[in-house]
């Protein structure tokens, strides 16, 4: 009697590869599997300086290695890893450092998958319906536990819009060198839009309170 092996898919955040990013997977690939496969944009390479050739920004990456059955897919929606023996330690050892790779590259996503479109609406409409109440009343009391459930209200729209963002944030490919990126705003752009939505929606949001404050003064 033999076991058979059922095999493992492993999923990761998204992220944004590099040139030397995809010659550390090729190269792992090589090591592990007697024979690999390359493709990326429709075309099946030989090489990773091939890439220049299909363009800047490609949308999706495939390595598949044969003895043992190993893949790695890229796609705008997904990036994932599949192992043929969930058991064997080099197949293990070829998951750890196809991780650690992805780590180093992981775009910022935040918040978990159901915060992401789902509670939006009931986050707003909720926050609307508790808070309201109190702009009826006057008195330093009311004022008080206003300024509390506005800003427990505020808290849970930023968290809600800055997961809605991320869940738009793709996987993807450039197909030039990681050092060559040496500018901070290159490198960090989308935790950066994330940054600039969250100060935009505390300005907002900070204004209207201030208004209404103002105005009961």
Not at 21 to 49: N, P, Y
Not at 81 to 98: F, M, N, R, W
């Amino acid at each position: 009697m033999k076991r058979v092996p059922e095999g493992e898919w492993t999923d990761y955040a998204p992220v944004r590869l590099y040139l030397d990013d995809v010659e550390t997977l090729m190269d792992i690939l090589r090591d592990a599997c007697e024979r690999w496969t390359f493709q990326a944009a429709g075309f099946e390479f030989h090489g990773s300086k091939e890439l220049k050739e299909v363009g800047d920004k490609l949308k999706s990456l495939n390595l598949r290695g044969e003895n043992p059955a190993i893949s790695f897919e890229l796609r705008p929606e997904h990036v994932r890893l599949y192992i043929s023996d969930e058991t064997d330690l080099k197949q293990l050892g070829v998951k750890e450092a196809v991780s650690a790779t992805l780590r180093k590259r992981r775009l910022l996503r935040l918040g978990p998958p159901w915060l992401r479109l789902i509670p939006g609406p009931l986050v707003l409409a909720g926050g609307a319906a508790a808070v309201a109440p109190f702009g009826l009343h006057t008195g330093s009391e009311s004022d008080l536990i206003f300024f509390g459930a506005y800003f427990l209200w505020y808290l849970a729209l930023v968290l809600w819009a800055a997961s809605l963002y991320s869940y738009f944030v793709r996987s993807d490919v450039r197909t030039i060198r990681s050092e060559s990126v040496s500018s901070f705003l290159e490198r960090n752009q989308d935790q950066l839009i994330s940054g600039v939505v969250l100060v935009l929606f505390g300005l907002i949001l900070g204004a209207l309170a201030a208004g209404w404050f103002g105005s009961r003064s």
